[in-house]
């Protein structure tokens, strides 16, 4: 079992940036760590994906160039930051999990653990 702990959601003009954290306990660097996102009446997508060990790093094309996924392996953490923020972006954000041999699924139904979410709202 891996719990997921993200903190740093919140409201922010568009335009402006927010980085979001996520604190794993155990924190296994073998492990896909990723973003996903889900606004009302929408599907949860993945947005961005690391795997430590493996140096490997997706980013779904809505987000590339304007986000960045990365890691602490000291604090058991990975980040989310968000730059040049959109209207679009404003969405419960999730940090998930799922043991990997060095890739990561794109789907959420195949990731095992979850956090419980933190709000990001961009205004005009």
């Known amino acids: 079992q891996v719990l997921l702990a993200e903190s740093g959601g919140g409201s922010v003009p568009a335009g402006g940036s927010l980085r979001l954290s996520c604190v794993a306990s155990p924190y296994y660097p073998s492990n896909c760590l990723a973003w996903f996102r889900q606004a009302p009446g929408k599907e949860r997508e993945r947005v961005a994906a690391?795997?430590?060990?493996?140096?490997?790093?997706y980013y779904d094309e809505s987000v590339k160039g304007r986000f960045t996924i990365s890691v602490d392996n000291a604090e058991n953490a990975v980040y989310l930051q968000m730059s040049s923020l959109k209207l679009d972006d404003s969405a419960m954000y999730y940090c998930?999990?799922?043991?990997?041999?060095?890739?990561?699924?794109?789907?959420?139904?195949?990731?095992?653990?979850w956090g419980q979410g933190t709000q990001v709202t961009v205004s005009s």
């Open positions: 690391i795997v430590p060990d493996a140096e490997r790093i």
């Open positions: 998930a999990a799922h043991p990997s041999s060095g890739t990561c699924y794109v789907l959420a139904r195949y990731y095992h653990y």
